[in-house]
């Protein structure tokens, strides 16, 4: 059974410059307050003019009860679209930064991705599991663990809670990640729920982090 997925709110993605200290205000790339009265269009608040499209998606209230300042998602045909700007793509380090509430645990799709292209893993995108949340990044080829490296948090979500997810891609490596064939770790990377990092997990043996620059990014809610 489609199940109806995220109501999200304040979507951050930025560069990471600084552990300690971050002003995360600098560096933006996109950040959408989601404050708009309509459904079509999402303004991009840094003044990066990354406007989104919305398609199948819903206003709603934030966790304060502020009308028109989350969006709902479907969990069958929703989606927010970026336009493409090879300027967005970034390398390590960076980090994405939203709200998040679940109507059910268990609910399995992605939530943010910088570039999706069907059947292959590209760029970066963090995911919903049944009992947690999962960052990745992906080496251009097919779709498979070989080309990806992810990291999945210890973490079990509560219904109808707002949580908020920080995952940071850092430009170190984490030796204590999977090996890949040819010898090579993970970058490190960090996932923060409700301000505190949490344990997780590396899971897959791919390469380094790749784009596809012929393709749009965008943030699939079809599942």
């Avoid at 509560?158 to 490596?173: G, K, P, S, Y």
Wanted: hydrophobic share 35%; aromatic share 16%; glycine share 8%.
């Amino acid at each position: 059974m489609k199940q109806r997925l995220i109501v999200c709110v304040i979507l951050i993605f930025w560069i990471f410059t600084n552990t300690y200290g971050q002003d995360v205000y600098e560096d933006l790339l996109y950040y959408y307050p989601f404050s708009e009265n309509g459904n079509f269009l999402a303004a991009d608040a840094t003044g990066n003019n990354f406007t989104a499209t919305l398609t199948d998606v819903e206003n709603t209230t934030d966790r304060f009860g502020n009308q028109n300042s989350a969006k709902q998602f479907n969990g069958e045909s929703s989606f927010i679209a970026i336009p493409f700007d090879p300027a967005a793509l970034a390398d390590f380090p960076f980090s994405y930064s939203f709200w998040i509430k679940l109507d059910s645990v268990g609910h399995v799709g992605g939530i943010i991705g910088n570039e999706w292209v069907e059947n292959y893993y590209t760029g970066s995108w963090i995911n919903v599991l049944p009992e947690s949340i999962s960052m990745a990044y992906g080496d251009c080829g097919f779709a498979g663990q070989q080309n990806r490296k992810s990291k999945s948090s210890n973490h079990f979500f509560l219904n109808e809670q707002w949580h908020h997810i920080t995952c940071v891609f850092r430009d170190t490596i984490d030796m204590t990640s999977t090996v890949d064939e040819w010898g090579n770790y993970s970058m490190d990377m960090d996932i923060y729920i409700n301000g505190v990092v949490t344990t997780g997990e590396y899971s897959g043996s791919g390469g380094s982090l790749c784009y596809d620059s012929n393709n749009v990014p965008q943030w699939p809610e079809e599942y």
